[in-house]
Each structure stands twice: as structure tokens, then as C-alpha cells.
């Protein structure tokens, strides 16, 4: 990974650690309001692939009602790549976990990654200034934590989205 001055500008723009932080955050809240426990760690590194891809957020159901493994079986497309997404942007993961545990965003908790103690207020993703697309992530992140949270194994939902941990 480039450092930071080194980077494109529209690279460093749209792989901001803050924003990306932010995003693995609303994954693993709701995560934690639905299953009680903290995100398992390797799930942690399908939120940005998942909530920055513009088609995936596109083809995404208005609810969460639709179980997660319906969609991906109705999407197969966008699962096709999904596994090598992950894997080039696995460093945007790790350097946003490490400025959001910094941050006290996120904090690791065991094997998993749960909600740090700062306050954010307003919440992020209902900001005026933030674009329909910054809105579209974050309904994707908060999407994704909850599927995560009733999802299955871990083992299991790397297989569906077709990442090996």
C-alpha cells in the first residue's frame, strides 16, 4: 500500500480510513444489536468490498428480510468477483481497522471487532452533507452487518461470498 501522500487522488478519496473506518463500523453495530457479539474478525474484510462496489449496492433488496444467501444465490455475478475484491483491498481493511481501533471507532474484542467507545453524533451516515452515494454505503454497511449476524459460520459465509480466510 502506497503512503498516504503517495496516493492518487481519487484513490485516497474514495479509500479514506475515516470513511472506510466508519463503514466497518456501521457493519459491526449492527452486527452487535442482532447477534449480541462482536463481528468475527475475517468477516470484517467483506464490508468495504461489499458496501464500495457500486453494482453490488445497486442489485441490493430493500430489506434485510431477504436472507443473504437467497440473494447471493440470485446473484451470482456479483459474487463471481467477489473473492479477488476482497483480496485487493484486503490493506484498505487492515489500515481502516487500525485507524478506527486508534480512533477508539472500533476496538478489537476477542476474535472479533465490536464498536469502540467514542460517540460519534450525529451519526455519520445521516449527515446533510453526505452524497447519495456515501448514503448507499452506509445502507449497504448496516445491510451487511445484519446478514452477517444471522449469516452462519464463518467458514460458511467466506465459502458463500467465495473468499478463503
Not at 45 to 70: C, I, N, Q, W
Amino acid at each position: 500500500m502506497l503512503p498516504w501522500g503517495d496516493r492518487p487522488l481519487e484513490e485516497a478519496s474514495l479509500f479514506n480510513p475515516v470513511f472506510c473506518a466508519l463503514l466497518l463500523r456501521a457493519t459491526v453495530k449492527e452486527h452487535r444489536a442482532a447477534a449480541k457479539t462482536p463481528l468475527s474478525f475475517p468477516l470484517a474484510f467483506l464490508v468495504l468490498p461489499f458496501a464500495l462496489h457500486e453494482k453490488t449496492r445497486l442489485a441490493l433488496p430493500a430489506s434485510a428480510r431477504t436472507m443473504m444467501t437467497s440473494w447471493l444465490v440470485d446473484h451470482p455475478e456479483l459474487v463471481a468477483g467477489f473473492g479477488e475484491r476482497a483480496r485487493r483491498m484486503a490493506d484498505t481493511t487492515r489500515e481502516a481497522i487500525q485507524f478506527g481501533c486508534h480512533y477508539s471507532l472500533l476496538r478489537i474484542e476477542g476474535a472479533g471487532l465490536d464498536v469502540g467507545k467514542r460517540t460519534v453524533k450525529p451519526e455519520p451516515a445521516n449527515l446533510a452533507e453526505n452524497t447519495e452515494e456515501a448514503r448507499a454505503c452506509y445502507a449497504a454497511a448496516r445491510l451487511l452487518g445484519k446478514w452477517l449476524a444471522s449469516g452462519g459460520t464463518v467458514p460458511t459465509v467466506m465459502s458463500l461470498w467465495g473468499v478463503s480466510p
